[in-house]
């Protein structure tokens, strides 16, 4: 009896790790987006071959599948929220399992607006989000010093060859340790209490081992224009909540697209390269990736201001 209630048991647990699968799969072009983040954040740029690899990694994350993976993390971010989760499943006990999911199919605001505890849900999101934006910008400052220091002209430019380099599709891919750590299902991790777990202010920072101060916890809104994308991830996370990311791949799929931020994302990248095409040092190399690789970025990627 013990071996049949342990596969059992097993069993479950596969098919609520198959369930998350979806989402986790998104999220990954985005986790590899902020891994590059914190390795440029303070790597050494001795010369032009580092400062061209900083270009690669700043040119080469495909809008659509960032955006994705940027809704992806917000949704997974949403389901470490406590009393969120529990009033997702109130709603559940209450209307039922099929009542629940019909609201979530027809109305992408239901998740925010009727399950208690969704100011939560959106606190911890909209941190985890100012967070990110906010490692953005202090790269881009970082870029635009090294761009002002006047001391790179002695270093050699690579051939032309670089313009078809930045245009070719990336083949990197995240460790499995990184991977791992990259799987979470509702509240198996506590952001509000942890800034190092998944969706907290320094979790990214956390999963490069790099050293970081704790951002200061203060009360975010979301951007007005931004407000469906807060939705499109609260659904998203509540379907992980209700188990039913596989079962509504059609909701997930429409949830996790947004054109108007794949849009600006692939208009950064576009003047990046352009960018980069018609420089004549280095320091201007500095100053291309600076703008378009990660302070408009962060622009196409913002999601809170300050309340």
Not at 75 to 92: D, E, F, K, M
Request: glycine share 4%; aromatic share 6%; proline share 6%.
């Amino acid at each position: 009896m013990r071996l049949v209630a342990l596969a059992v048991m097993f069993c479950l647990w596969a098919n609520a790790a198959h369930a998350q699968e979806t989402l986790h799969r998104a999220l990954e072009p985005y986790a590899l987006f902020q891994t590059d983040i914190t390795t440029m954040l303070d790597a050494d740029v001795p010369d032009a071959a580092a400062l061209d690899a900083a270009l690669d990694r700043a040119a080469r994350h495909d809008p659509e599948r960032l955006t994705r993976g940027w809704i992806a993390y917000g949704a997974l971010t949403a389901a470490q929220s406590p009393a969120w989760v529990n009033g997702v499943r109130s709603r559940v006990r209450a209307a039922g399992r099929a009542a629940v999911l019909r609201q979530l199919r027809r109305d992408m605001t239901y998740a925010r607006r009727r399950p208690p505890g969704a100011d939560e849900a959106t606190q911890i999101v909209l941190r985890a989000m100012a967070a990110d934006n906010a490692r953005m910008n202090a790269l881009a400052i970082r870029f635009e010093g090294l761009g002002a220091a006047g001391d790179t002209s002695t270093w050699a430019r690579r051939s032309s060859v670089r313009d078809d380099a930045l245009r070719a599709p990336s083949t990197r891919t995240l460790a499995p340790e990184v991977l791992s750590r990259l799987r979470p299902g509702p509240l198996t991790a506590a952001p509000l209490t942890e800034t190092t777990a998944f969706g907290g202010t320094r979790f990214w920072d956390a999963l490069g081992n790099r050293a970081s101060p704790t951002p200061p916890a203060l009360p975010w809104r979301a951007i007005p224009a931004r407000v469906p994308i807060l939705d499109r991830m609260l659904t998203l996370g509540a379907l992980l909540v209700v188990d039913a990311t596989e079962s509504e791949t059609a909701r997930v799929n429409a949830a996790l697209d947004d054109t108007s931020v794949s849009q600006c994302l692939a208009m950064q990248q576009l003047q990046l390269r352009q960018c980069a095409s018609v420089t004549h040092e280095p320091n201007e190399d500095a100053y291309c990736i600076a703008r378009h690789g990660y302070e408009a970025t962060s622009q196409c990627l913002a999601l809170a201001a300050p309340a």
